[in-house]
């Protein structure tokens, strides 16, 4: 069984200052992939980053960056320089081998002005 | 190019009817997965189609149900609603190569049900 923790329901951030949101995971797959996603309040999931658990190289999507500790079973999401628009509910998900994505409960970030 | 459509946007039922949700994958992606997500929660999966074929389900009832067409949109269809289905239904769709463990999902806007 996969399983995601986000224990941050709420985040407050600063306009242009970095947040992090924390994700940590479990699963038996030897491969699987992370993904963040952004629902703003209109609902639509937006796929913001992705990181395979192979991959060697942490990686980054303008200013999204992913944190991801293999050992600690983390893939937390830095957002660099936060803007207004930011300001959403941000998921952690992964994928392993039954190809379904399983879900976090969400972090909801606010950035303030 | 255009994203994954669903439709309708919003839906009231009551109680008992049944309700059919459609979506169309981004153009060249042949995978269709649906999820539900409730108030305060993250999505849940419900079923994934790949080539027309039901790849994967979710744990709901059996009052649920989905087909995916010759031009890989789908259908989610659930009968007998009940006032826990009132939810936001999302459709997402993804390239999929026949072994993908992490092909990237694609959501579209979802459809809100409400059930009376």
């Known amino acids: 069984a996969q399983k995601i923790t986000q224990t941050q329901p709420g985040m407050f951030v600063q306009e242009k200052e970095a947040v992090t949101l924390d994700c940590t995971y479990d699963t038996s797959d030897p491969s699987y992939g992370l993904f963040w996603y952004k629902q703003p309040s209109s609902g639509e999931m937006i796929f913001l980053i992705y990181?395979?658990?192979?991959?060697?190289q942490n990686a980054t999507e303008g200013r999204y960056s992913l944190n991801f500790q293999k050992a600690r079973k983390s893939a937390n999401l830095v957002i660099s320089a936060s803007q207004l628009g930011d300001s959403a509910m941000y998921f952690c998900?992964?994928?392993?081998?039954?190809?379904?994505?399983?879900f976090g409960k969400g972090t909801l970030l606010t950035v303030n002005p | 190019d255009a994203g994954v459509t669903q439709s309708p946007t919003h839906l009231i039922k009551t109680r008992g009817q049944h309700v059919t949700l459609r979506c169309s994958p981004i153009?060249?992606?042949?995978?269709v997965s649906w999820y539900q997500q409730v108030l305060g929660q993250g999505p849940q999966f419900i079923f994934q189609y790949y080539e027309k074929e039901e790849r994967g389900r979710g744990n709901f009832p059996d009052r649920f149900s989905a087909r995916q067409f010759p031009n890989y949109s789908s259908e989610l269809n659930v009968n007998a609603l009940l006032l826990g289905d009132s939810a936001l239904y999302l459709c997402?769709?993804?390239?999929?190569?026949?072994?993908?463990?992490?092909?990237?999902?694609?959501f579209g806007p979802g459809t809100r049900l409400l059930v009376l």
């Open positions: 990181q395979g658990s192979y991959d060697q």
């Open positions: 997402a769709s993804s390239e999929e190569k026949a072994t993908g463990q992490s092909e990237t999902q694609y």
């Open positions: 998900a992964m994928r392993g081998s039954n190809y379904k994505l399983t």
């Open positions: 153009s060249g992606h042949k995978s």
